[in-house]
């Protein structure tokens, strides 16, 4: 298959550049090749390149940095996608659409399912959710897949996050009202691809299994990584007030894609000792 892949320099399009790679003939763009918010120039490549499938991970991730660049966010994530979406179209290609787990509300007592009501908070959920509707009109042969608390080896993230800051300081919070499931990229990145060769298109929700609080995480982090000599104290996001609301359970039910592919994701815990094991120090 030829892939067009965009967000190939970020996190976890690097992830999945290596992997497309082995198997066909890839295509990666990032902001350098062609701006998304650019329509005609985005179609035009699109159109040029003539791809199999497009794998769209580029996107405006700062999720704190949405709620004071509305525009910004709704421009890339949304726009950007709908030009990324109408490319497909018009060049016969599938599409996949990497969206987020902030497209909820948080309020549900158990994991979200496909079909349950997104009700974004944030900007950032909000523009989301505006690249998923384009994708569903626009795409014919699309494939959206949700997922949550991404951390992997080609950028930053919690993980380095809560590491960094461990080295400098004596005590950390950690919001302990935030359940979600932390997700390792390199564990994403096969299923998007395997579910691009299935051709079985749709919504799912793909996360490693089991779900936490970030409170919980850290600890697990600082543990795995040996770090002792911190005390970490649980806070509530109200106390932190961070400029982006987010749900305060978003977890995702993966049951549409085990339906598909028989099993899910390892589980978080597992998928974590893997990382910080393997991160060079
Ligand atoms: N990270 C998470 O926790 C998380 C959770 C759920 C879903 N997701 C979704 O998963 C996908 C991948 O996330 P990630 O964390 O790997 O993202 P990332 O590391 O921020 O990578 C996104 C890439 O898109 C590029 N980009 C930004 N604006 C662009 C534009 N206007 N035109 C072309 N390229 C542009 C970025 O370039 P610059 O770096 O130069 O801006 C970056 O290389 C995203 O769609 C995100 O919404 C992420």
Redesign the pocket.
Known sequence: MRVLL????????TDLSALIRERHELHPI??EE????DGPATMALIEKIRPDAII??????DVDGCESHVDQAFQ??GE?TRHVAEGAHRSGASMLY?????VFDGKSASPYRVEDEPRPMSVYGKS?LRGEVYTRELAAQHYIV???????E??A?FVEKVIGLARDRPRLEIVDDQVGSPTY?KDLAPALLRLVESGRFGTYHVTNDGSCSWFEFARHILDLAGIEDIEVVPTTSERLARPAPRPPYSVLDNSAWREVFGSGLRHWREAIEEYVRHRPR
């Open positions: 965009t967000g190939a320099r970020g996190m976890l399009g990032d902001i062609v701006d998304i918010t769209h991970t580029a996107a405006y991730t890339v994530n950007g990497v969206s987020t787990d902030y989301k949700r997922t949550g608390w991404l951390y992997g080609h950028g993230n990229s």
